[in-house]
């Protein structure tokens, strides 16, 4: 399996690493699959495989806003909100065909608390996604179109190439016409 490249359980031991392993169920989605649903109390971690997800919420009226993506190499959780005991405030979404290998929060929780080291790097993982999170919602409020595409272009490079620009689009709460206006002009460069 390609666990190896997740930061979170990179430095597992062989024998925590095939513990690990037995526990896991390696699905393949669909663009556009949900993997979690917001509102929903069942919760589980991602570790992704292949491809992209997205971390997005909505209102009631069926507007969506992207939190952060995710590509082959990192997770996605809703730890928070798990201990919290609240239901998953976001969803979580495949935006290109992936592969993600998943097992239950309460399986994951146990599972660190026997790899007190996978544990401490997975809550600053969690910290940090949740500061990049607050970096980009600041981001929306406070730079123009120009700036939050360059912003995007410095702080994600990994994205640039395999995001759809409508998800980019949305992601800079953007309209692809925008995006592609403001390309076109040449006051962005999108590759």
């Known amino acids: 399996m390609q666990l190896t490249r997740n930061i979170v359980i990179a430095q597992l031991a062989a024998d925590a690493e095939c513990e690990l392993e037995s526990q896991l169920t390696v699905v393949d989605c669909r663009k556009g699959e949900v993997l979690l649903l917001q509102g929903t109390h069942e919760m589980e971690q991602y570790f992704v495989l292949e491809g992209v997800l997205k971390r997005v919420v909505s ?14 190499g990192d997770m996605e959780t809703s730890y928070a909100a798990w201990r919290l005991q609240t239901p998953a405030p976001y969803s979580i ?3 290109t065909k992936a592969r993600v290998a998943k097992l239950p929060l309460p399986q994951w929780v146990a599972f660190m608390e026997r790899q007190p080291e996978v544990k401490a790097v997975f809550e600053l993982e969690v910290m940090r996604h949740m500061s990049e999170i607050m970096g980009h919602i600041i981001t929306l409020h406070l730079l123009d179109a120009p700036g ?7 702080k994600l490079p990994q994205f640039s190439d395999i995001l759809p620009k409508k998800e980019l689009a949305s992601y800079l709460n953007l309209c692809a016409e925008t995006l592609s206006r403001l390309s076109h002009r040449g006051k962005i460069h999108l590759k």
């Open 59 to 72: 209102d009631p009226a069926g507007k969506e806003m992207i939190l952060r993506f995710t590509r082959e």
């Open 93 to 95: 979404t495949a935006v």
């Open 148 to 154: 939050r595409v360059r912003r995007f272009q410095r």
